[in-house]
């Protein structure tokens, strides 16, 4: 797979007719991931991530495994 859709266990989805390759960014050559914002509070929520396939993102993902 190119990219791959992480999603938590309590996450709801509630727009159903927005498929997950619309929030692929078009030009993805420099996008590695797609995070999204918590509604409340300026901060990037972990439970939904769009992750690409890089070497990249295998070491951000190391990285923050290491971090957390």
Not at 22 to 41: C, K, T
Request: charged letters at 20%; proline letters at 1%; hydrophobic letters at 45%.
């Amino acid at each position: 797979y190119d990219w791959v859709f992480h999603v938590d266990d309590d996450v709801m989805v509630l727009n159903m007719t927005r498929k997950l390759q619309d929030y692929i960014p078009m030009e993805a050559s420099g996008n590695h991931m797609v995070f999204s914002l918590r509604d409340q509070h300026e901060e990037i929520a972990a439970s939904t991530v769009l992750l690409r396939t890089t070497a990249f993102t295998k070491c951000f993902l190391a990285h923050w495994n290491r971090y957390g």
